[in-house]
T-cell receptor
């Protein structure tokens, strides 16, 4: 079964707008990561946030983590056409060394 | 570094045939993961290795699936016999692990797209 569930499943926004994706998970984690996947390609790591961190920034990306709610969000600011992709959260489970489980993903489309 | 290398990129085979997928992780990485991606089931973790030792294979769907990592620079995922429902993209990923925790990102290969007719 999947550890993470992402919301929404699909998101379409205008170029320049901000995109927010959410991830909920079920069990305690060591860290949570976000990945991007372009069509037909492998996944590419975007950002990692540890369980003792609440917020992290990387360029136009902002990730938050709320361990009490078992949820995370990924914000992409000032979206560009090149941001069109699927985005996945991945959790490193606390109870299982190095078991990294991916969520169902959000398909993001940026309209020009 | 060339990144994680998977082969073949595409494989079309007939039901009942044996399929072997190969992965070369990034040099120095000590964790290796095999995932399967389908539209219906998303990204499923099949098996992962730490220091060449299989740690958790609970995601392997059936006995028809087996994986090996004979050394730090090579892993195989074998399906024998293959079935149409095995059609998917199979990804290999590697990472660096210290102690109980993967310390950073997973590096993915480009995947092997398997079609079983």
């Amino acid at each position: 079964s999947q550890q993470g569930e992402e919301d929404p499943q699909a998101l379409s926004i205008q170029e320049g707008e901000n995109a927010t994706m959410n991830c909920s998970y079920k069990t305690s984690i060591n860290n949570l990561q976000w990945y991007r996947q372009n069509s037909g390609r492998g996944l590419v790591h975007l950002i990692l946030i540890r369980s003792n961190e609440r917020e992290k920034h990387s360029g136009r990306l902002r990730v938050t983590l709320d361990t009490s709610k078992k949820s995370s969000s990924l914000l992409i600011t000032a979206s560009r056409a090149a941001d069109t992709a699927s985005y996945f959260c991945a959790t490193d489970l606390y109870s299982s060394a190095s078991k990294i489980i991916f969520g169902s993903g959000t398909r993001l489309s940026i309209r020009p | 570094d060339a990144g994680v290398i998977q082969s073949p990129r595409h494989e079309v085979t007939e039901m009942g045939q044996e399929v072997t997928l190969r992965c070369k992780p990034i040099s120095g990485h000590n964790s290796l993961f095999w995932y399967r991606q389908t539209m219906m089931r998303g990204l499923e973790l099949l098996i992962y290795f730490n220091n060449n030792v299989p740690i958790d294979d609970s995601g392997m769907p059936e006995d028809r699936f087996s994986a090996k990592m004979p050394n730090a620079s090579f892993s195989t995922l074998k399906i024998q016999p293959s079935e149409p429902r095995d059609s998917a993209v199979y990804f290999c990923a590697s990472s660096l692990r210290r102690g109980m925790v993967v310390t950073g990102e997973l590096f993915f290969g480009e995947g092997s797209r398997l079609t079983v007719l």
